[in-house]
């Protein structure tokens, strides 16, 4: 998964209460501006985020209350599915920076049975929570 993915991943989310705040997000094009440091950058905050929300050491809301600015995912939170997709990419980026303890702990979601079924409910957004 590269930046490019993250980003049409994050674009396509429809975050209720949004007030607009990704209204200047206008383009993928927009990436090119951005120097390889940035997109390290962005793609470990997109790792990490994700890692925190999958092993439940924040649910969504939680999350998004905590969080100022755009937050970036490694897969789309309204679809809890596309992190199969990139769970091989996290252990293998975690096992890059040398935090086996991340590698080991997403081994075990994977073999999960009940992974999706988690992410759900980590993945509620305050109009499900009633």
């Known amino acids: 998964m590269d930046l490019r993915d993250i980003y049409k991943a994050m674009s396509n989310i429809n975050f209720n209460n949004s007030d607009d705040e990704f209204d200047d997000?206008?383009?993928?094009?927009?990436?090119?501006?951005f120097s390889y440091e940035e997109e390290v950058e962005i793609i470990d905050s997109a790792y990490r985020n994700a890692f925190k929300?999958?092993?439940g050491?924040?649910?969504?809301?939680q999350?998004?209350?905590d969080s100022d600015g755009i937050q970036f995912f490694a897969?789309?939170?309204s679809d809890p599915e596309t992190f199969e997709l990139?769970?091989?990419?996290?252990i293998e980026y975690f096992e890059e920076t040398e935090e086996y303890e991340k590698c080991q702990t997403l081994?075990?979601?994977?073999n999960s049975k009940t992974l999706i079924k988690d992410l759900n409910k980590r993945l509620k957004t305050s109009e499900d929570d009633t």
Do not use: Q
Request: net charge negative; charged share 40%; hydrophobic share 50%.
């Open 86 to 90: 990139i769970i091989d990419d996290m």
């Open 25 to 33: 997000i206008d383009d993928i094009d927009d990436l090119e501006d």
């Open 63 to 65: 999350f998004m209350m």
């Open 53 to 55: 929300i999958a092993t």
């Open 107 to 110: 081994v075990k979601l994977k």
């Open 75 to 77: 897969f789309d939170p």
């Open 57 to 61: 050491e924040m649910n969504f809301k």
